[in-house]
């Protein structure tokens, strides 16, 4: 008598109803996800766009093989009355064909692999052109924020990247800690900042938009909360963006910001600086402070250990990372301050906030924290 | 006149009892064994208590990320949690393990009465429990490992040039000690498979015609005796470094942070290697055991071994493709990489052969070694995708790196492991395991692994990275981690499963019988659990199957097979 090829077959029709319950999850989870298959420029896509090459050709072996697998164990299994198999021990055209075709699969992968290596690479940064220009930018990996700084206009700014659209940005990478990864899925994959070498990335931001960025090295205690923003915007809003950040920080006019003034001055300026506040060049010595090896340390006295606030108020996220920095709720009028502004919340608890995190600041009354909320969220 | 009877540990003498002495006595004799199957069994028991540790590490870990926001650990306590899982598992449980079984099994296989070095055997026993007790004993000062289980230079630092945060207590000396301690056992044991294996084979046995257990443990000794002494100067150049004034890995006086990565790597990824290889040969045994066929191909499977062991040393820097390589070194690295998945590939269609056209009978053991193929297979194919350089540096350090690990180690590694216990637990003891609950065992295994280890996959494509104790709740990523620490949940019911089945096995399971899966190799010409001296006659051995010939001479391989 023949055996039935598939003894049970309802068995494998409720297998292979499993099968679409994964991608309707991966269709319903993604939706506000820093996704690498959501891109939004020509590194991230030239990456992330392998992803469906690997995937079909990993479907089609997974296939393959589960399906050899599974008919196997339905096929031979042992049955009454079964004779004892045939005792093969091996056939070497098989062994050649199983042997060489996986190798071939392989290296086409590779060419593919090889070919995304070079399109990314460093040395191969698209040379500036007038519809292309170049924006230089050194990102700075401290515990645990990101800070910014533009050469070629001065400006330091830290937790959020602000560039032009359909520009070349170029990426200096810089730690004088401990490693971390530059990463924006949307935009380009990790590069790491690896203390001592000078590692450098490109990558192009085609539509306009806010893009989550986030430190992929395991770094410390915070590690898991060191973000930030990439915020693109049109070429006009880059430039008017940047003439607002090359000013000096305004000074407060109403006597609740100016009373926050004098407090930041005696509690935070040691570590925080505010162009137009701090009487040193701001600039010059921080550039000479991250300019480690051979230059000053972070945390010498010139050397400011937190990031710099001149345009505080304009930023759209705080605490490297952890909290948006929500200006309509920081109203010094409103009775609930406390509760629903973001920036009131990390200077009454910065260690509940972000255990472990180096902001050392003594314990505030309510007023004095109204005082800086008014006099940080002014300076746009 | 005193005389002395075998077996029973008491001398008789014609005058009286005289007092037992400390190694008759029953813990005694498992302190001062030498022989190699208590050893074994020791080095099982101790693989199998650090895989409940690093499980309730595991669990720890997914209590704190099954929701946003999670205030179970605090991020300091996580750090050191999620170093600890990673090395207690790798250090403490797979090594341990594997090593076990091949103390327990490759004598028997070999035909030989015990290992070379059989009181060096003893000494690396006792010197992996001590440096495992040494590593989990930090976590009663409140300082365990925090940097991560390949504990990256310059955050392993105590301090250095610059105000930052690094580890100022003796959280990494722990670590650094304690692998130091873990990679001597290692050695040792090392040496004694090579010397057994090369010296202490029964007549006939060739290495040609060795058991594949057998052959893998020999790659994997090779493999440990080379890759070792790499981590050991890394770790000791980082003790020169914390406690000494050196400036290895300290950038701002020549050190380079990237020695450390390269040093640790030339170590980790052999290292991935050891781990499997033996899992490999495992899954060679049971295999053709419960298809009643031979292996297909042994050639293909032993050379495809040695291969993947040469190999393993070329390909460290895939760990590193984000760090800045020149990009003629990253095409290098993805071109290693790309060689050592084909003798991977070629085990697996060899697998599948062996199976093909069988008499599959789905025991226990059968059931988990067929899971591992299932399950490896998707390890390979995300490790594939990983070694895709562009891709790699959107996925690496992100959950999808995990998920490639836990399919490997998990759905590899420790379901071989569990495929081995079933098998050799009879050999052991001299009775069976429960196959229902067995049965149970691996299904709930089976669910509880994909649903932890799939959704990681889509994390890291939807951009969660690896080594974060917490992670807000608006990027929606809640769902999966949720996903996850149920699965993880399941898992550990069917390790609970385990337990139970295997101590009601070990007091009320069925006799066994010395051959109990009809198997073919020489462990099960002998009984069950064999003497201490393994065999009353050292067998002759004329094929690949010498107790299959034992058994059906009308049919015995050595009258037919020609050996390649």
Same mark, same amino acid.
């Given at each position: 008598m023949r055996m039935p090829v598939f003894p049970r077959t309802k068995r494998w029709i409720a297998l292979l109803g499993c099968l679409p319950l994964f991608s309707i999850l991966f269709a319903a989870c993604g939706e506000n996800s820093p996704s690498i298959l959501n891109t939004a420029g020509p590194v991230a896509a030239s990456e992330s766009g392998l992803f469906w090459i690997i995937l079909w050709i990993s479907v089609v072996i997974f296939i393959l093989v589960e399906g050899i697998l599974i008919f196997s164990i339905a096929r031979y299994r042992e049955r009454p009355g079964m004779p004892n198999p045939f005792q093969r021990h091996g056939n070497m055209t098989l062994e050649l064909i199983w042997t060489v075709i996986p190798t071939l699969v392989l290296f086409v992968i590779l060419f593919f692999t090889i070919r995304g290596l070079l399109q990314v690479a460093p040395e191969n940064e698209p040379a500036p052109t007038a519809a292309q220009p170049r924006i230089e930018v050194t990102a700075i990996g401290h515990q645990w924020w990101w800070e910014f700084h533009y050469p070629n206009y001065n400006v330091t700014t830290a937790d959020t990247l602000e560039v032009p659209v359909n520009a070349t940005i170029h990426v200096n990478l810089f730690s004088n800690n401990v490693i971390h990864s530059f990463w924006v899925p949307a935009l380009t994959g990790k590069t790491d900042l690896v203390p001592g070498h000078e590692n450098k990335k490109w990558f192009v931001a085609e539509k306009e938009g806010t893009y989550l960025g986030i430190c992929a090295e395991y770094c410390g205690t915070q590690h898991a909360n060191m973000r930030f923003n990439v915020k693109v915007v049109s070429s006009d809003a880059f430039k008017s963006w940047m003439s607002t950040q090359q000013q000096a920080a305004v000074s407060p006019t109403d006597s609740l910001a100016q009373k926050g003034q004098e407090l930041f001055k005696n509690q935070c300026a040691s570590c925080h600086g505010i162009v137009g506040v701090n009487v040193k060049q701001y600039y010059d010595t921080q550039k000479e402070c991250t300019d480690a090896p051979g230059g000053k340390a972070n945390g010498t006295p010139e050397c400011q250990l937190g990031p710099n606030l001149t345009h505080f108020g304009s930023r759209s996220l705080i605490a490297g990372g952890v909290l948006d920095n929500n200006a309509d709720k920081c109203n010094p009028n409103n009775p609930n301050l406390l509760q629903e502004c973001n920036l009131a919340k990390w200077l009454k608890d910065p260690q509940g906030v972000k255990p472990g995190n180096d902001m050392a600041i003594g314990e505030l009354t309510n007023d004095q924290i109204q005082q800086l909320v008014a006099y940080l969220e002014g300076l746009k | 006149m005193a005389t002395r009877t075998i077996g029973e540990h008491t001398t008789v003498t014609t005058t009286g009892v005289r007092r037992k002495r400390f190694s008759e006595s029953y813990i005694g004799e498992w302190i001062t064994t030498t022989d190699h199957k208590q050893l074994g069994l020791m080095y099982l028991i101790t693989g199998f208590f650090f895989f409940v540790v690093g499980g309730m590490e595991a669990l720890l870990i997914r209590t704190q990320l099954a929701l946003p926001d999670g205030k179970v650990l605090s991020p300091q306590v996580y750090n050191q949690i999620f170093t600890m899982h990673g090395t207690t598992m790798i250090f403490l449980f797979v090594i341990p393990v594997l090593s076990g079984f091949g103390n327990y099994v490759v004598p028997l296989m070999l035909g030989?009465?015990?290992?070379?070095y059989p009181r060096m055997n003893a000494f690396g026993f006792w010197l992996l429990l001590l440096g495992g007790i040494f590593m989990q004993s930090s976590f009663l000062i409140g300082q365990a490992p925090n940097g991560g289980w390949f504990m990256y230079a310059p955050l392993s630092e105590?301090?250095?040039?610059?105000a930052f945060e690094a580890t100022p207590h003796m959280n990494a000396d722990f670590w650094l000690l304690g692998t130091t301690l873990l990679g001597i056992s290692s050695i040792t044991g090392s040496l004694n498979f090579v010397v057994t294996i090369f010296k202490l084979r029964a007549p006939g046995m060739s290495i040609n015609r060795m058991p594949l257990f057998s052959w893998m443990i020999l790659v994997m000794s090779f493999l440990l005796l080379f890759a070792l002494p790499s981590l050991t100067v890394a770790s000791v150049l980082l003790l020169l470094d914390r406690h000494m004034g050196s400036h290895f890995y300290q950038y701002g006086n020549g050190g380079d942070p990237l020695l450390w990565q390269h040093l640790f790597w030339s170590f980790g990824h052999p290292e991935v290697y050891i781990l499997i290889l033996p899992a490999f040969g495992i899954i060679s045994e049971i295999l053709p055991v419960f298809s009643r066929k031979p292996i297909f191909g042994y050639t293909f499977i032993a050379w495809s071994g040695v291969a993947i062991g040469f190999l393993s040393f070329t390909v460290w820097a895939h760990h590193m493709f984000a760090v800045g390589l020149p990009s003629i070194a990253q095409a290098f690295f993805a071109t290693s990489t790309t060689l050592i998945a084909i003798p991977t590939a070629v085990k697996i269609f060899n697998w599948l052969a062996t199976i093909f056209q069988g008499k599959i009978r789905l025991y226990t053991p059968m059931l988990f070694a067929l899971g591992f193929i299932a399950m490896f297979l998707i390890g390979g194919l995300n490790g594939a995708a990983l070694a895709v350089v562009p891709f790699d540096y959107q996925i690496t350090d992100s959950y999808f790196v995990v998920a490639h690990i836990h399919y490997v180690l998990f759905g590899g590694t420790a379901l071989a492991v569990f495929a081995g216990i079933y098998y050799w637990f009879p050999k052991f003891t001299g009775k069976l395991m429960d196959d229902r609950l067995g049965k149970w065992h691996f299904w709930v295994t089976f669910l509880g692994l994909n649903l932890t280890f799939f959704p990681m996959h889509i994390m890291g494509i939807l951009g969660m990275p690896r080594r974060v104790y917490t992670y807000p709740a608006n990027l929606g990523w809640n769902d999966l981690n949720l996903m996850a620490s149920i699965g993880a949940l399941i898992i550990g019911v069917g390790v609970i499963m385990f337990m139970i089945n295997f101590i009601k096995s070990l007091k009320y399971g069925q006799p066994s019988g010395d051959d109990p899966w009809d198997? #073919?190799?020489?462990?099960?010409?002998?009984?069950?659990?064999?003497?201490?001296?393994? #065999?009353l006659e050292i067998p002759v051995v004329r094929s690949r199957r010498p107790f299959y010939d034992k058994k059906y001479p009308e049919h015995a391989d050595w009258k037919s097979v020609v050996e390649h």
């Open positions: - | 030989a009465r015990d290992m070379a105590l301090v250095a040039g610059h198997a #073919f190799t020489l462990e099960w010409d002998t009984t069950s659990p064999p003497k201490k001296y393994n #065999f």
